[in-house]
């Protein structure tokens, strides 16, 4: 299916879209419970009192019952999902900003525990767990012979603060099992990734979710950037998957004069029918800004970038977003669990619906689509992006824009593939960017520690050949025989990984992303429209 040179952060995230596309919802604050719901369907329930009756071994119905739910709610839609009671607890926390034990968010998928994100600087990421790993074993026990809900491997993953987990697993692109030891520690985890400024007027945000708290999270970002100088803004939603729809609209409404389109919804019920728009209190209605997407950004991220694109208010810079144009709504179940049904389709202010097509979803279409824009050459290529020229529609000041599956972007930046190479491939599975690192500033940390900023550190690192040199001796110590040729082909990659997770571990998110987005084409040619003022309102082709 993947020929090993395929970027590892690629399939990492092509997997992550297909394990986790279940789980990008837009989420509404109210839940309605169903403990009154008569669910006394007369051809279930004879079938129900048949195996009762007549079956050969005792049967609870009750557990029966919530085994078919899954496969009940699988004809509707990919969005449309179940969770029993302890995932329906967990996901609760995790929507309040609290990452439990191993600071990472799992989904169950075909019988498969995956990993669907990392909390930046949290456990399994300073262990090395990436982003679609695929758990195998647990403490040495294969989750093959435990019983995959939620709740089991919740209880099989916590424990005290301290405390130590061994997790095997299977990494797309590296046939043999990994190893990780995680040390269980509770995650308060932010929304907001890192904020600073790119130069000396253009401040950046970078947004992971769309949370209850990401609002204050973000206006308080902007603000100090503000004061910091900043007259213009960047703000990346790339790998978003979304959350409350709500957060989106208000932060759509920070830029937006009063009385402009935010978004529609509609549903078959009319209660799910509501518009909503600017109110004119937003305190960043003058900036220019521009807002990066990425194919895997989903829903809200959407619903974001598709408001400031149809009032003409942002240039929209990146690749085409993933298409996710569904609304959900949690109803909880008698007995704690929950149910998160799709009750309406929303609308960008041109009138839009940016969900792509889902009616071949049983066929493993809907899963497997991100994989076919990357087999069409649309990661690439602009003239790629396949576009339903009859689903053509208008922005504000009489731009066209295309629904039918994401928001393309104003400004197209393809994959850079740059340095992927056998070598790092091999290096970035073992986990030994994130290792060399780590003991570089276990080594270093009196000295890094009494550093002002990460500019400093740049500053007085060994010179790009030693750090080099070091990092595959390093390499060859754990397994990975240097190979010069392509270590070189490799290097600007390597040494920018190495420094910015050193810079992240000692300046925080804000150190990593200021080394990272150096060498980010997609923050460099927004930053090139930006100086060219292409973010001026109102934006025109």
């Known amino acids: 299916m993947r020929e090993k040179s395929l970027p590892i952060w690629l399939t ?10 279940g789980f990008l919802i837009d989420r509404h604050y109210q839940q309605r419970s169903l403990s009154s719901y008569d669910s006394d369907n007369s051809t279930v329930k004879a079938i129900l009192d048949l195996i009762a009756q007549e079956y ?14 899954p496969f009940i709610l699988s004809g509707l839609d990919p969005h449309t999902c179940y969770f029993d009671s302890q995932n329906s607890k967990i996901t609760r926390e ?29 456990p399994s990421d300073i262990a090395g767990v990436l982003p679609g790993d695929c758990i195998v074993k647990i403490d040495g026990q294969p989750t093959a012979n435990i019983k995959k809900t939620s709740g089991e491997v919740y209880n099989l993953l916590s424990g005290p603060d301290g405390s130590k987990v061994t997790l095997s697993v299977q990494r797309h692109g590296n046939p043999k099992f990994l190893d990780f030891t995680v040390t269980r520690n509770r995650v308060i985890k932010r929304t907001i990734d890192s904020y600073y400024l790119l130069d000396y007027n253009t401040g950046y945000v970078k947004v992971n979710q769309f949370e209850r708290n990401t609002q204050q999270e973000f206006v308080q970002a902007l603000t100090q950037l503000q004061v910091q100088g900043a007259k213009r803004f960047m703000i990346d939603v790339r790998g978003n998957g979304g959350g409350y729809m709500e957060i989106a609209v208000l932060m ?15 549903g078959r019920n009319k209660q799910y029918n509501h518009s909503y728009k600017s109110d004119g209190k937003g305190q960043f209605q003058n900036v220019e800004l521009a807002v990066l997407i990425d194919e895997y950004s989903a829903s809200a991220s959407e619903i974001f970038a598709g408001a400031l694109q149809d009032n003409d208010r942002a240039i929209i810079v990146g690749r085409r977003s993933f298409g996710k144009g569904l609304v959900q709504k949690e109803f909880v179940l008698p007995d704690s669990s929950a149910i998160r049904l799709t009750t309406a389709r929303y609308y960008t202010p041109s009138g839009r619906c940016i969900q792509k097509d889902y009616k071949y ?6 899963d497997d689509e991100l994989l ?8 690439f290529n602009k003239d790629s992006i396949r576009i339903d020229k009859n689903q053509a529609f208008a922005t504000l000041h009489g731009r066209t824009v295309y629904g039918g599956g994401g928001i393309i972007p104003d400004l197209f930046v393809a994959r850079d593939t740059a340095g992927i190479t056998n070598y790092f491939i091999d290096v970035e599975n073992a986990a030994l960017l994130q290792r060399f690192a780590f003991t570089y500033c276990e080594q270093n940390r009196t000295a890094l520690e009494q550093m002002s900023d990460y500019k400093q550190f740049l500053r007085t690192t060994p010179i790009d050949n030693s750090l080099l ?28 990984k190495i420094k910015a997770i050193i ?31 292409k973010a001026a309102f109102p934006i025109t082709d």
């Open 361 to 366: 979803q049983d066929a493993g279409y809907y």
């Open 469 to 496: 040199k070091e990092f595959a001796e390093f390499a060859a110590e754990n397994g990975v025989a240097p190979r010069w040729y392509y270590i070189n082909k490799s290097r600007d990659l390597i040494l920018t």
């Open 94 to 122: 995790h929507t309040d900003g609290v990452i439990p034990d191993i600071g990472a968010v799992l989904i169950i998928f075909n019988d498969t525990i995956h990993v669907e994100c990392i909390v930046p600087a949290g």
């Open 372 to 379: 076919k824009r990357l087999k069409h050459g649309e990661l």
């Open 56 to 69: 050969v071994d005792t049967v609870n119905p009750d557990a029966l019952m919530k085994r078919s739910i």
């Open 503 to 533: 810079a992240h571990d000692i300046f925080g998110p804000e150190g990593y992303a200021s080394i990272v987005n150096r060498n980010d084409k997609t923050v460099q040619e927004a930053l090139k429209a930006l100086n060219k003022h």
């Open 252 to 266: 759509a409404n920070e830029f937006l004069s009063a009385g402009q389109p935010i978004v529609t919804t509609r």
């Open 12 to 21: 990492i995230a092509i997997a992550l879209i297909a394990f986790g596309a």
